[in-house]
């Protein structure tokens, strides 16, 4: 019989609400290895080009490292949301912890 290694991967849609945050940091679930979503949170801590911090972000990492994962960031900063128009700009939503 092998053996082998299970992931398991949670992808997070948080609404401008930030219901689906709200519901990890309150939940007790036992989440390992890898957290990856569109967590709808522009902040500094991951978009260079965005000036504010926001306290969900605060929270987001909070909940990240109560799972033991850390924000995985890219060598090259760019853009995980592109605007479908010139009024909008592009953003960094997505984000991966590990």
């Known amino acids: 019989m092998n053996k082998g290694i299970i992931f398991f991967i949670i992808n997070v849609y948080s ?3 930030q219901i689906a945050l709200k519901y990890l940091k309150d939940a007790e679930v036992n989440i390992r290895n890898v957290m990856i979503g ?4 522009r902040d500094s801590n991951w978009d260079l080009l965005n000036p504010h911090h926001l306290a969900s972000s ?3 990492l909070e ?3 109560s799972f033991d994962l850390k ?14 128009n010139s009024n909008n700009t592009n953003l960094v939503i997505d984000l991966i912890f590990l």
């Open 71 to 84: 924000l995985s960031t890219s060598v090259n900063q760019v853009p995980t949301q592109y605007a479908d």
């Open 15 to 17: 609404n401008k609400h």
């Open 58 to 60: 605060n929270i987001l």
């Open 63 to 65: 909940v990240a490292d």
């Open 38 to 41: 569109d967590f709808n949170i």
